[in-house]
């Protein structure tokens, strides 16, 4: 089974920038649509960014433009790169497959507050 261990969060004060990263175990990594998600208090788990095997990248209109997301297949290894961010980007963020697997990393908690 596959393992997901996200890192990379903290506290930031709006307008400022993160770089998450999420590491999964398993020679299966690089076939798969890999994801960031993220869970906002009191809200359902929102799909923020995605990107294939290839490297094509797709974004929630919320994030479009800010955050970037990238994998190095050779490293089992998918990152967003978070600018200009929000109050409202706070949340905890995993890393999944899409269509997501069965199966949660711990998440890595980002708070956006002045």
């Known amino acids: 089974q596959v393992q997901l261990e996200e890192s990379g969060g903290g506290l930031v004060e709006p307008g400022g920038s993160l770089r998450l990263s999420c590491a999964a175990s398993?020679?299966?990594?690089?076939?798969?649509?890999m994801g960031w998600y993220r869970q906002a208090p009191g809200k359902q788990r929102e799909l923020v960014a995605t990107v294939t095997s290839g490297g094509t990248t797709n974004y929630a209109d919320s994030v479009k433009g800010r955050f970037t997301i990238s994998r190095v297949n050779a490293k089992n290894t998918i990152y967003l790169q978070m600018n200009s961010l929000k109050p409202e980007d706070t949340a905890v963020y995993y890393c999944?497959?899409?269509?997501?697997?069965?199966?949660w990393g711990q998440g890595t908690q980002v708070t956006v507050s002045s």
């Open positions: 398993g020679s299966i990594f690089s076939i798969y649509v």
């Open positions: 999944n497959a899409d269509p997501e697997w069965d199966f």
